[in-house]
């Protein structure tokens, strides 16, 4: 079973057991016999795509992380620029070159190659340790900011409803959506 499956089993058995226990509830409340007090469970849902897709420092960190990657991309074309030119160079002189040069050259040529493959993983892996720090830091914000408003308006469990094959839920009635709340505390 992959996790994504798990997950939706989990969650499934959740929901079913909150529908059954709203039902045995509705259930006692027409019968004669007095039960102890429960508490309603309160179910809200929100779209999380939607809201990294629209909170504005997400926005402007992605737009930071953007001229960095843009930075470093120039400097990786002027690598390759540069052993393009060295190519066309053993190309083009390569017949007038004596064997100890076009063997320096090809040397040359293969050295550069290799300090470009090295230069590419580096900043790849710059780029995705800086693309998950922020990913963090917002996730983190905007957990915090769904839990405040769950607790503002009473809710005691908040779905993920975001639409596709990724989301766990499959219906939901519009007035248990706190997306644009969140997003109003969020972008403040």
Not at 17 to 46: E, H, I
Request: aromatic content about 4%.
């Amino acid at each position: 079973m992959t996790g994504n499956s798990l997950f939706r089993t989990v969650l499934g058995l959740a929901v079913a057991a909150l529908l059954a226990a709203g039902t045995a509830r509705a259930q006692n409340a027409g019968s004669t016999t007095t039960a102890t007090a429960t508490t309603q469970t309160n179910v809200g849902v929100v779209d999380m795509s939607r809201l990294l897709k629209e909170y504005k420092k997400r926005i402007a960190k992605y737009d930071e992380l953007q001229k960095k990657v843009d930075q470093l991309q120039t400097d990786i074309d002027a690598m390759s620029k540069n052993i393009e030119a060295l190519k066309a160079k053993y190309e083009k002189d390569r017949a007038t070159m004596s064997e100890d040069d076009r063997t320096a050259l090809k040397n040359q040529i293969e050295t550069e190659y290799d300090k470009y493959q090295a230069e590419m993983k580096s900043r790849q892996r710059t780029v995705d340790n800086q693309e998950e720090t922020v990913l963090m830091e917002v996730i983190g914000d905007v957990e915090k900011a769904i839990a405040q408003v769950a607790e503002q308006k009473n809710y005691h469990l908040i779905l993920n409803c975001t639409k596709g094959p990724r989301g766990a839920v499959l219906y939901y009635a519009t007035g248990i959506e706190i997306t644009s709340a969140v997003l109003e505390l969020l972008n403040k």
